[in-house]
């Protein structure tokens, strides 16, 4: 009885971990580790694109090869949502870190759109289009 409830014990341990390594973070704790970073984000191995995380919770966003969009974000029901000066509808996801970045789900995709950070600097978005030099 006792070796199965050890052996029980420690095939859950790795789910444990798990689970814990996606708990959701906090706005104070998204807020502290992008500050002042810009953050390159990629879904399935492609770079998806790249935002630019200023002071009082604004952002500067561009897709891959697009103009940069001015935005902000705020927390909501433990989402990170973000609104950006040319959409109305917020766009809001679940932030986790992962090893040595984040990693992000957006909420309310069927498909389970993930994103993970695959580079970070402290140097400004490099915008293409109209917003050169905002």
């Known amino acids: 009885m006792r070796l199965s409830l050890l052996f029980a014990a420690l095939i859950a341990l790795p789910l ?3 689970a814990r390594a996606e708990t959701p973070l906090t706005a104070e704790e998204f807020d502290s580790y992008s500050q002042g970073k810009t953050l390159t984000y990629a879904m399935g191995g492609e770079v998806f694109g790249t935002e630019q995380y200023l002071p009082n919770r604004r952002v500067r966003w561009a897709f891959t090869q697009d103009v940069c969009k001015i935005g902000s974000w705020y927390e909501e029901a433990g989402l990170i949502c973000f609104v950006y000066e040319d959409e109305g509808a917020p766009q809001c996801w679940k932030f986790w870190r992962e090893g040595e970045g ?3 789900q957006f ?6 759109t993930e994103l993970s950070e695959v580079a970070q600097t402290d140097k400004p978005l490099l915008c293409a289009g109209p917003d050169v030099g905002v």
Do not use: H, I, N, V
Request: aromatic share 0%; net charge negative; charged share 35%.
């Open 102 to 104: 984040l990693k992000a």
């Open 107 to 112: 909420e309310g995709d069927p498909e389970g």
């Open 16 to 18: 444990c971990g798990a």
